[in-house]
C-alpha cells in the first residue's frame, strides 16, 4: 500500500511543475485524494458492498469535485491534474500512465447496458475539458486535445481534436483528411443549411404570390 501511495505522488512530481513538497502534494492535490478515495471505494464495490462504495465515492466527490464511480478500474500512476469537473463513470477502464486534466468526462450515450464507457490504453492523454463518451477505445500513447468530443475508436499514437473528434496525427505523421460531412458529421451545420433552403423556398414562394396578386 505505502509503495502505491509514494508511487501517485511521484507522479504528481513528474507532471506538474508546481509541486513542491512531499507534505504539500499529500494534503492539498485533489487528484490524489479523489484516487485515494477510489480505491476505497472500488474495494468495497468489487465485494458486493454497493451502497457503502458510493457513500464514500459520494464524500469524495463533495470534496474533491472529482466524480469517480466506484465501479471503475483504473491502473497504476493516473495523475488527474486540477481535476474540479472529471467525471469517470462505472464501466471505464483507465490503463497505466494515464493523465486527464479538469472538466473532463469519460461518460456514455445514454442508457445502454453493459460496457458503455470508455477505455483508455497506457499512456494516454486528455486534455481540458474534452468528453469521451461511449464504449470506445483510447488506443495507447495517444492524446484527445482540450475540449474535443470524441465518439469513435482511436487508434494508437494519434492526436485527436475538434467537434466531433478527428484524427490529425497518426505515428508522429499529419493526418489528410477531406473535410466532408459524410467523413465528419456536423448536426448544427446540417441544421443552418436545411433551415437555409427552407427560407429560400419561402422566398421564392412569397414572390409567386406577388407576381399573381400584380396579374
Same mark, same amino acid.
Given at each position: 500500500?505505502?509503495?502505491?501511495?509514494?508511487?501517485?505522488?511521484?507522479?504528481?512530481?513528474?507532471?506538474?511543475?508546481?509541486?513542491?513538497?512531499?507534505?504539500?502534494?499529500?494534503?492539498?492535490?485533489?487528484?490524489?485524494?479523489?484516487?485515494? /478515495?477510489?480505491?476505497?471505494?472500488? #474495494? $468495497?464495490?468489487?465485494? *458486493? @458492498?454497493?451502497? =457503502?462504495?458510493?457513500?464514500?465515492?459520494? +464524500?469524495?466527490?463533495?470534496?474533491?469535485?472529482?466524480?469517480?464511480?466506484?465501479? /471503475?478500474?483504473?491502473?497504476?500512476? #493516473? $495523475?488527474?491534474?486540477? *481535476? @474540479?469537473?472529471? =467525471?469517470?463513470?462505472?464501466?471505464?477502464? +483507465?490503463?497505466?500512465?494515464?493523465?486527464?486534466?479538469?472538466?473532463?468526462?469519460?461518460?456514455?450515450?445514454?442508457?445502454?447496458?453493459?460496457?458503455?464507457?470508455?477505455?483508455?490504453?497506457?499512456?494516454?492523454?486528455?486534455?481540458?475539458?474534452?468528453?469521451v463518451l461511449g464504449s470506445i477505445t483510447?488506443?495507447?500513447?495517444?492524446?484527445?486535445?482540450?475540449?474535443?468530443?470524441?465518439?469513435?475508436?482511436?487508434?494508437?499514437?494519434?492526436?485527436?481534436?475538434?467537434?466531433?473528434?478527428?484524427?490529425?496525427?497518426?505515428?508522429?505523421?499529419?493526418?489528410?483528411?477531406?473535410?466532408?460531412?459524410?467523413?465528419?458529421?456536423?448536426?448544427?451545420?446540417?441544421?443552418?443549411?436545411?433551415?437555409?433552403?427552407?427560407?429560400?423556398?419561402?422566398?421564392?414562394?412569397?414572390?409567386?404570390?406577388?407576381?399573381r396578386s400584380i396579374r
Open positions: 500500500m505505502w509503495g502505491r501511495i509514494r508511487e501517485d505522488v511521484e507522479v504528481v512530481f513528474e507532471q506538474d511543475p508546481a509541486a513542491r513538497t512531499f507534505f504539500e502534494v499529500v494534503l492539498t492535490y485533489s487528484g490524489i485524494h479523489a484516487i485515494w /478515495a477510489h480505491r476505497i471505494a472500488h #474495494f $468495497f464495490f468489487e465485494r *458486493g @458492498m454497493f451502497f =457503502v462504495a458510493r457513500v464514500i465515492s459520494q +464524500i469524495s466527490r463533495f470534496f474533491t469535485g472529482i466524480e469517480i464511480h466506484p465501479g /471503475a478500474r483504473i491502473g497504476r500512476r #493516473f $495523475f488527474i491534474d486540477h *481535476g @474540479m469537473g472529471v =467525471v469517470i463513470g462505472e464501466t471505464c477502464e +483507465i490503463g497505466d500512465n494515464v493523465t486527464i486534466f479538469q472538466g473532463v468526462t469519460l461518460g456514455g450515450t445514454g442508457k445502454e447496458k453493459g460496457k458503455r464507457h470508455p477505455t483508455l490504453e497506457d499512456n494516454v492523454l486528455i486534455a481540458s475539458g474534452a468528453k483510447i488506443g495507447e500513447n495517444s492524446k484527445v486535445g482540450a475540449g474535443s468530443v470524441v465518439l469513435k475508436d482511436v487508434p494508437a499514437n494519434s492526436t485527436v481534436v475538434g467537434i466531433p473528434g478527428r484524427v490529425v496525427v497518426q505515428d508522429g505523421v499529419r493526418v489528410k483528411r477531406d473535410l466532408d460531412h459524410q467523413n465528419m458529421p456536423d448536426p448544427v451545420a446540417d441544421r443552418c443549411n436545411m433551415l437555409e433552403r427552407q427560407i429560400g423556398e419561402l422566398r421564392e414562394e412569397l414572390e409567386e404570390l406577388k407576381t
